[in-house]
């Protein structure tokens, strides 16, 4: 019975890592993002020509089943007459929904397909700021270049975060509307999901092997600074 029990726990974990933090089995960055991505942002970010490279390449190789392009997100979040610090990332709704599958298309926090100025927000955030679900709003962040922005949005759903840390903070944004407010036409990182977890062990050398040598045609930009992670932040670097 409690090695059952342990199974299920660990079963559950596991999932909410992957799907519920959408972390993905594998991501790809560039090399230095983690250490310098924050101080130089435009440095570190795949753009569009390098995020075509890098979507086309992963997407070859066999047991790969999702390649997702995020971007971290953050700055205000106004109301009109009051303005609050919001943090979280961005998203297409189509890469959320194949990421959760039908398992777990029921859980709160979903992004609307077709809405891209649609955002889900957590609702300690909704109480303090008096957004409610339909309400509209305006977020504010400097752009990859440093100059400031703002961008109108409307709130798709609250939902809570189930952290206290982050449900009076936490914005999950279509990826469009992200970029917008970014001055973006890449991603900050690459997420990719994998036929299972298991296959990590196995899909990880080739995936690497394929990006050094995308990394080495005249077409990539910098390609040779991708470096692959697990969720477990065991790092492998091209």
Request: with cysteine; net charge positive; charged share 20%.
């Amino acid at each position: 019975m409690f090695e059952g029990y342990f199974t299920y726990v660990y079963r559950i974990l596991k999932d909410q890592a992957i799907v519920g933090e959408r972390l993905g089995h594998l991501t790809v960055v560039r090399r230095g993002f983690f250490d310098q991505g924050t101080l130089d942002p435009e440095k570190f970010q795949l753009d569009a020509a390098a995020l075509e490279l890098v979507t086309r390449t992963v997407r070859e190789v066999p047991g790969v089943k999702l390649v997702s392009p995020r971007l971290a997100v953050s700055g205000l979040v106004s109301n009109g007459t009051t303005s609050h610090i919001f943090i979280g990332e961005a998203i297409s709704a189509e890469d959320q929904m194949a990421l959760r599958g039908a398992e777990y298309a029921y859980l709160p926090g979903k992004l609307a397909p077709g809405q891209d100025d649609a955002v889900v927000i957590g609702q300690k955030m909704a109480k303090i700021m008096g957004l409610q679900q339909g309400r509209d709003g305006v977020l504010m962040a400097s752009t990859l270049s440093g100059m400031v922005n703002a961008v109108d949005f409307r709130v798709g759903e609250v939902a809570n975060t189930g952290s206290m840390g982050t449900d009076d903070k936490f914005a999950l944004l279509p990826l469009a509307l992200a970029r917008k407010l970014y001055g973006s036409d890449g991603a900050d990182r690459v997420v990719v999901l994998l036929d299972s977890v298991e296959s990590i062990p196995a899909v990880k050398p080739v995936l690497l092997e394929k990006l050094k040598a995308a990394a080495s045609t005249p077409r990539s930009r910098n390609g040779a600074s991708c470096r692959c992670i697990t969720p477990k932040s065991k790092v492998c670097s091209t």
